[in-house]
């Protein structure tokens, strides 16, 4: 089953997109968003096939900032920016492979399985 690590500051988005990735048959590893940090997984215990990242968090930390953390544990894991904007914001062109604007449980499934197949074509 792929993995996918969902990183958002919202518990309660954590826990929808958990429930519907869940349902499209993935496994998700959560990653809550603190106001200075974010607790990523170690690679060495858990091998994540697509990362789902917020795009507006309420923190210190910008979306960019957690996208260079998680180049730096998951190098060439596809980052997929989840966020309520109706197109991929500008700023997050040079680290998403893809956009998915909340609220659109079967584009996100469609979006992320195709993230996957590329992950693991690449391994």
Known sequence: MPTIL???DDPSQLKLYTWIL????F???QALVGSTSVDLPDPANV???VVLLDFRLSSQLTAADIAGLVRAKFPNVPIIVLSELLFMPEDA???ASGFVPKGEPEKLLKTVSAAVTLSQSRR
């Open 93 to 95: 062109r040079a680290y």
């Open 27 to 29: 496994a998700v590893v």
């Open 22 to 25: 869940q349902r499209g048959s």
């Open 47 to 49: 091998s994540v096939d």
């Open 6 to 8: 969902l990183i958002d």
